[in-house]
């Protein structure tokens, strides 16, 4: 079974920058696909950013431009982010799932596609 750990929340002000990191255990398999998803207070969770085990990157539109995912090769997922805005404010989580379609569920971001979560951790961005 796949276990996620986020960490890197935190509270900045309105252009600062944070790094997100999701520590993983238990892969079987190298075909995982990691993404982060986020979710504010009254919102649903929405996908921020993905990345294929082959390292092909997928980014929602809010934050092209200004936050990056990258992964190493123990597989722990890092998500890079610049230029916050208040925004951005949410419980970041980090997602897996064991597919070969991982171009296909980051076109969706459907958060029940993922089937590992992480615990998430908090951003807060104050303007």
């Known amino acids: 079974q796949v276990h996620l750990v986020e960490f890197g929340g935190g509270s900045v002000q309105s252009g600062g920058s944070l790094r997100l990191s999701c520590v993983v255990s238990g892969y079987t398999s190298s075909t995982y696909c990691m993404a982060w998803f986020r979710q504010g207070t009254g919102t649903e969770r929405e996908g921020v950013a993905g990345i294929t085990k082959d390292g092909t990157t997928k980014y929602a539109d809010f934050v092209k431009g200004r936050f990056t995912i990258s992964q190493d090769n123990a597989k722990n997922t890092y998500l890079d982010m610049n230029s916050l805005s208040p925004e951005d404010t949410g419980m970041y989580y980090c997602?897996?799932?064991?597919?070969?379609?991982?171009?296909?569920?980051?076109?969706?971001?459907?958060?029940?596609?993922?089937?590992?979560w992480g615990q998430g951790t908090q951003v807060d961005v104050s303007s």
């Open positions: 997602a897996a799932r064991r597919t070969v379609a991982c171009l296909g569920l980051l076109e969706h971001w459907n958060p029940f596609e993922f089937h590992n």
